[in-house]
């Protein structure tokens, strides 16, 4: 008598994470899941000591605790100038940039379904690249008009990528093509302008390419922070809406969603976060890219994971910068190189990965 082998156990599914719903007064309720909740705690953390620690590096040291007390209105008048006049306003556009980056990269990854949805494969950077160098080059405009000119770019971009993507609603793949596409006319458009200017424009132009915290003040802080305070409600206000289209369109519509409005109204916030971050610091590349998918993954959320995708930006260019100022001795680097460089080593693995999954 032969034994019938017993047939093999299929592997149990990934278990969904786990919810915890908070009533507020009424009918208000919120929906919250531990694990990420416990990552943005810890995100939130790592933004404020990095923080410290950012502004307490330069050629004058000021130890953590001075940092803080200094903060607090306890400080030597000299610490006391170092801190919030030369310093602090530098970190707040770190965190705020980074922030912003991470948010519009959680944006546009979720309305796409593509990890490779971000605006810098998208070219909405570049767009604002391309706003920002015709205020240099041909208008010779001062800094006011360089910001002015990098918003202008950018959404004059966003309209054009999403008009030429549209076609009875837009598509991942079909958004992100097109972006790709509108990047190489972009980057060819900056190499023309870069050609046609003069010596000390073109040295201005490389130089906000690279995308720098370096020498910021409060005149850049005020208008970023602006921004944010309205662009960052707006898009957490659309957060179930954003789950639901992840869905796709079909479910979102059963749902009761106003699917392209909703679309239209998160990718043009997206967009004005995008343009605001570089407007006050230039292109700083990849992480609109990394953010989101590096929450993802600590937090294991299923939805589009907004607001840890903000923290995880600030963290990133917070450390970014850090880095750029102690790793290479007495030859402080631009935070656009260091983030370029560790970005595009994540891209790499990024593409094997996807690769691998079948996905690409």
């Known amino acids: 008598m032969t034994a019938t082998p017993a047939a093999p156990t299929p592997?149990?599914?990934n278990p969904a994470p786990r919810l915890r719903a908070l009533r507020g007064p009424g009918r208000t309720s919120l929906r919250v899941e531990p694990r990420a909740l416990v990552t943005g705690l810890v995100l939130a953390v790592a933004t404020l000591v990095l923080a410290?620690?950012?502004?307490?590096?330069?050629?004058?040291?000021?130890?953590?605790?001075?940092?803080?007390?200094?903060?607090?209105?306890?400080?030597?008048?000299?610490?006391?100038?170092?801190?919030?006049?030369?310093r602090?306003?530098?970190?707040?556009?770190?965190?705020?940039?980074?922030?912003a980056l991470g948010m519009s990269g959680a944006v546009f990854q979720s309305v796409s379904r593509n990890p490779l949805g971000s605006p810098d494969m998208l070219g909405f950077a570049y767009g604002s690249a391309v706003g920002a160098l015709v205020a240099i080059v041909l208008f010779r405009g001062g800094a006011a008009e360089v910001a002015l000119g990098a918003v202008v770019g950018g959404l004059v971009t966003g309209v054009v990528v999403y008009l030429l993507a549209y076609k009875k609603g837009i598509h991942g793949y079909r958004l992100v093509l097109v972006g790709i596409g509108a990047s190489a006319v972009l980057v060819a458009v900056i190499q023309y302008l870069i050609g046609k200017a003069q010596i000390v424009e073109a040295t201005r132009a490389m130089v906000w390419l690279t995308g720098s915290l370096a020498g910021r003040d409060w005149a850049q802080v005020w208008p970023l922070l602006a921004s944010c305070a309205v662009l960052f409600p707006l898009v957490l206000g659309q957060s179930r809406?954003?789950?639901?289209?992840?869905?796709?369109?079909?479910?979102?519509?059963?749902?009761?969603?106003?699917?392209?409005?909703?679309?239209?109204?998160?990718?043009?916030?997206?967009?004005?976060?995008?343009t605001a971050a570089a407007a006050a610091a230039g292109p700083?590349?990849?992480?609109?890219?990394?953010?989101?998918?590096?929450?993802?993954?600590l937090s294991r959320s299923s939805g589009a994971g907004l607001l840890t995708g903000a923290l995880m930006g600030a963290v990133l260019l917070l450390a970014s910068d850090l880095g750029s100022q102690r790793a290479f001795g007495s030859d402080q680097l631009p935070v656009g190189v260091v983030t370029g460089l560790v970005g595009g080593i994540y891209l790499l693995w990024l593409l094997v990965t996807e690769r691998k999954a079948g996905r690409i």
């Open 11 to 13: 592997p149990a599914p």
């Open 52 to 86: 410290v620690v950012l502004i307490g590096t330069g050629d004058f040291e000021i130890a953590p605790w001075d940092v803080v007390q200094t903060l607090l209105g306890n400080g030597t008048p000299a610490d006391d100038f170092i801190v919030n006049d030369l």
């Open 88 to 99: 602090l306003p530098r970190v707040i556009v770190a965190v705020l940039v980074g922030a």
């Open 241 to 274: 809406a954003l789950r639901m289209i992840e869905m796709g369109d079909d479910a979102a519509y059963a749902l009761g969603v106003p699917v392209e409005r909703t679309r239209m109204l998160l990718m043009l916030a997206a967009v004005l976060l995008t």
């Open 284 to 297: 700083i590349s990849f992480v609109a890219l990394a953010a989101p998918q590096l929450a993802r993954r």
